[in-house]
């Protein structure tokens, strides 16, 4: 392979690796650090929270949760998740009143202390989308065909290096016998 199309090569691969791995720490490896991200579906909390966001949950006790704390919670028997801030904290009874930054009203039924997930830390806008496509068929199965496809492009040289070698192992051995490449007469005679 010419010296060119090999820094080519590793310059793509090199780029499709560090998008691969800077994905999987951004949907999976943030949860080694106590995060657990979750797609924004509605815009309820815009613009605090794009529809489309991926934000990052962090667990936190209902005592800790202060009015005008965004919180996401479990918001029914589905276990269906929203993110609404909190406009009221009763204590006494255990629960949240909740209203979406984008909402006239606050929410109809209150968050029980028990229902609350944590608070969100951060979101990435937009990022929400591709991890919605990745985690549900089709775009599990592109996903992974697309890991599967940069696998083999990270290893397809070395393994054209190593059959281009095996290729040339038997014939050099019978240039060393002084045979030709028809395996018959050796060179040089008639």
């Not at 269906?80 to 006239?104: I, L, M, P």
Request: aromatic fraction near 8%; charge should be negative.
């Amino acid at each position: 392979m010419p010296k060119a199309v090999r820094i080519i090569w590793n310059t793509v691969t090199t780029l499709l690796a560090v998008a691969v791995v800077a994905a999987a720490v951004l949907l999976v490896g943030v949860r080694l650090v106590g995060l657990t991200p979750y797609v924004v579906l509605s815009g309820s909390m815009e613009p605090t929270y794009p529809t489309g966001s991926l934000i990052y949950v962090r667990d936190v006790e209902p005592t800790e949760v202060e009015v005008g704390d965004p919180i996401t919670f479990v918001l029914d028997e589905e276990l269906n998740v929203a993110t609404h801030r909190v406009v009221e904290v009763n204590e006494t009874d255990g629960w949240f009143r909740t209203k979406g930054d984008a909402n006239d009203a606050p929410d109809g039924s209150p968050v029980l202390f028990e229902n609350l997930i944590g608070e969100p830390v951060f979101c990435i806008p937009k990022l929400g989308y591709l991890t919605n496509f990745l985690t549900n068929p089709p775009g599990m199965y592109l996903g992974w065909s697309a890991v599967v496809i940069l696998l083999i492009l990270l290893f397809a040289p070395d393994l054209l290096k190593w059959a281009d070698k095996q290729d040339q192992k038997p014939r050099g051995k019978r240039e060393a016998h002084g045979t030709s490449d028809d395996g018959g007469t050796p060179k040089g005679s008639k």
